[in-house]
């Protein structure tokens, strides 16, 4: 599968295949934040279909792969500057209608989802799965992708 480089992490951007498979590595990514930061009963389990919780995740993440995954070295205190944010977005990683753990759509709280739902079946049935690449911001990204000093 071929990957859309100049979009990154821009979920719109991503062609349903690369969406999906962004997503489960996200997921993982995720169920590891949880564990490591002891973030249980902070971020709902059904994040994912909360798109101000899920653009939020996806920034930490990106920005961890940028830190703990890069070949050359950065800032003295990337590590612990990241960390710095994963605090300050906690407040944003919440989603009060969701905190007894069954999902309920922002703002106004809908019925229940249905039994067994999860990731596979969100990312199988959702618009988000199916919808085809539409970056938001289509001509600036294809400006940077063709010009490497912006």
Not at 36 to 56: D, K, M, V
Not at 57 to 78: E, F, P
Not at 97 to 117: L, R, W
């Amino acid at each position: 599968m071929e990957f859309s480089a100049p979009h990154g992490f821009v979920w719109a951007a991503m062609a349903p295949g690369e969406r999906y498979i962004r997503m489960r590595e996200l997921a993982r990514w995720v169920n590891w934040l949880v564990t490591a930061f002891e973030l249980q009963g902070q971020i709902p389990p059904c994040w994912y279909r909360h798109p101000s919780i899920l653009e939020h995740l996806t920034a930490l993440y990106a920005s961890w792969v940028r830190i703990y995954c890069r070949t050359t070295s950065g800032s003295d205190l990337a590590e612990a500057e990241w960390i710095s944010t994963l605090h300050a977005f906690e407040p944003y990683l919440r989603a009060p209608a969701c905190a007894n753990g069954t999902h309920h759509e922002t703002p106004a709280p809908a019925p229940t989802a249905a039994a067994g739902e999860d990731l596979e079946d969100f990312l199988a049935t959702s618009a988000f799965g199916a919808a085809e690449a539409e970056h938001p911001a289509e001509a600036e990204a294809a400006r940077q992708a063709s010009d490497p000093l912006l």
